[in-house]
């Protein structure tokens, strides 16, 4: 698979997808929300892939949000359908069934604190900004960052940063618990490989479980959330990995997955 905005490589069991439009500091322009459409249904389909990495090229910015430049000129028909795009590929990143480590080097505006909230964890350097800024430019955020940021932060929180449209420093995102620890930026990639080889060697199917139960489990009234749960334990129970785990522990050794 080839991309024009995107570098996609591999280490054992981890993908790093990178936004590679370093430019226009990897703004999302239309080509390169496609690119990642495709590249995220790759990473699912592909079983060998165990957790995934997204980051941005360079050293100032993790995605600049989405391309203004298209932004500028859409109508509202247009406008419509690009958002629907846009939350489409964030809800593939979100139920990808697998982690997802978003290692934010540097600004995460708009669509790209957007794209980082659909992450299963976020990994601030301690160089970055986050914000929503759309305010600014007079419109909404469009990849259900009115969502996801009142679903991490809370609704107050939500409502001051998307009403001011403020960039917030790595430390002040880590205090409002919109990301999950904040490194060194030369640590960065190194913290975000080790976490995520570490949650590649988790056995799959109750990773893709545990990321279900959480996600889907949420939207659902807590009984029927509950039983959801419920159902998914017992379906564990199914697969080699569980006796594998349990067998490991009684044994006294480090368990060895397969995915079955
Ligand atoms: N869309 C398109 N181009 C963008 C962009 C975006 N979201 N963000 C940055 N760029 C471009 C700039 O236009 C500039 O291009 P140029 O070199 O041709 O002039 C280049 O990237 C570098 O950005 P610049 O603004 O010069 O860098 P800076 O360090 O002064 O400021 C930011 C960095 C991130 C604060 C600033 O670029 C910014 O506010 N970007 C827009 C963020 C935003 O509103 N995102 C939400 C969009 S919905």
């Known amino acids: 698979m080839t991309f024009e905005n995107l570098l996609l490589e591999r280490d054992g069991a981890v993908a790093v997808l990178t936004v590679n439009r370093p430019k226009v500091l990897n703004a999302l322009n239309a080509q390169t929300l496609d690119e990642l459409r495709r590249a995220i249904l790759d990473l699912k389909h ?46 593939l990143i979100e139920h990808l069934g697998k982690p997802v480590i978003a290692a934010i080097n540097g600004y995460a505006l708009g669509g790209g604190c957007e794209l980082a909230m659909a992450c299963t964890i976020r ?7 986050l914000g929503q800024p759309e305010i600014n430019l007079g419109i909404v955020p469009g990849y259900a960052g009115t969502q996801r940021l009142a679903r991490i932060v809370g609704r107050g929180r939500a409502l001051e940063l998307l009403l001011t449209g403020d960039q917030i420093t790595a430390q002040e995102a880590h205090r409002l618990g919109l990301v999950n620890r904040v490194v060194p930026a ?17 056995a799959p199917v109750a ?27 017992g379906l564990v129970a199914a697969t080699d990995d569980m006796r594998e785990g349990t067998r490991a522990f009684l044994e006294k050794r480090k368990a060895d997955f397969k995915g079955r």
Not at 189 to 201: F, G, M, V, Y
């Open 46 to 91: 592909d079983a060998s892939v165990r957790a995934v990495i997204v980051t941005g090229a360079g050293d100032k910015s993790f995605i600049a949000g989405a391309d203004i430049n298209e932004l500028a000129v859409q109508s509202p028909i247009d406008g419509r359908e690009h958002a629907i795009r846009g939350q489409h590929v964030l809800d």
């Open 123 to 129: 990994i601030a350097a301690d160089t970055a900004k």
């Open 186 to 202: 030369a640590d960065l990639l190194n913290e975000a490989r080790t976490l995520a080889s570490t949650l590649a060697a988790k």
């Open 207 to 233: 990773v893709r479980y545990i990321l279900e139960a959480v996600n889907k489990g949420l939207e659902m009234p807590f009984p029927q959330a509950q039983i959801f749960e419920a159902t998914l334990f």
